[in-house]
T-cell receptor, first 114, second 114 residues
């Protein structure tokens, strides 16, 4: 059964450093998402991406964040200058369509900013 | 896991009993709902979904009920097994016909006792 995969599983970085989180969505999916879950809190939407552009983003997704699909398979989330409060689990998800279509989540990347 | 420290509602059931996990949503315009299961250290795993034009949907050992009048969603797990122990989240699509952002609830911790 196809799955969303994410790398790395864990990332430790110093405050102010750039990080890139990588995701390989399910191959026939067209819609891609990033969510995050701060320890002890709910899963929160960050951004959705379709047809090589952002279709929606939350207020969390400020100028420090960017997403890219550099090739036909990878979908990346870049945090340009990490802050302590960026420490969280970051989940990638993908779906076949929009509106009433299931989103399938990857296993997550645990980011720790020191 | 991700939810350490979160004061989640907890449901404890005996193995073999049926479990009912509840979720209240706030947006009457939400038209699509998903139940996810999250085990410690893993991403949300799709269990079952339901569209707003339905009030019941059944899967393997699971049933989702939707009551739009009171904005309530429930997940019923039949013959609960130790492997069902996890945090269960309901998620809603609050923007029918528009974006596909999912909004997650706070989750319920299900503990299956042998």
């Amino acid at each position: 059964e196809p799955e969303v995969t994410q790398t790395p599983s864990h990332q430790v970085t110093q405050m102010g450093q750039e990080v890139i989180l990588r995701c390989v969505p399910i191959s026939n999916h067209l819609y891609f998402y990033w969510y995050r879950q701060i320890l002890g809190q709910k899963v929160e939407f960050l951004v959705s991406f379709y047809n090589n552009e952002i279709s929606e983003k939350s207020e969390i997704f400020d100028d420090q964040f960017s997403v890219e699909r550099p090739d036909g398979s990878n979908f990346t989330l870049k945090i340009r200058s990490t802050k302590l409060e960026d420490s969280a689990m970051y989940f990638c998800a993908s779906g076949r369509g929009i509106n009433q279509e299931t989103q399938y989540f990857g296993p997550g990347t645990r980011l720790l900013v020191l | 896991g991700e939810n350490v420290g979160l004061h989640l509602p907890t449901l404890s059931v005996q193995e073999g009993d049926n479990s009912i996990i509840n979720c209240a949503y706030s947006n009457s315009a939400s038209d699509y709902f998903i139940w996810y299961k999250q085990e410690s250290g893993k991403g949300p795993q799709f269990i079952i979904d339901i569209r707003s034009n339905m009030d019941k949907r059944q899967g393997q050992r699971v049933t989702v009920l939707l009551n739009k009048t009171v904005k309530h969603l429930s997940l019923q797990i039949a013959a609960t097994q130790p492997g069902d122990s996890a945090v269960y989240f309901c998620a809603e699509n609050r923007e029918p016909g528009g974006g596909n952002k999912l909004t997650f609830g706070t989750g319920t911790q299900l503990k299956v006792e042998l």
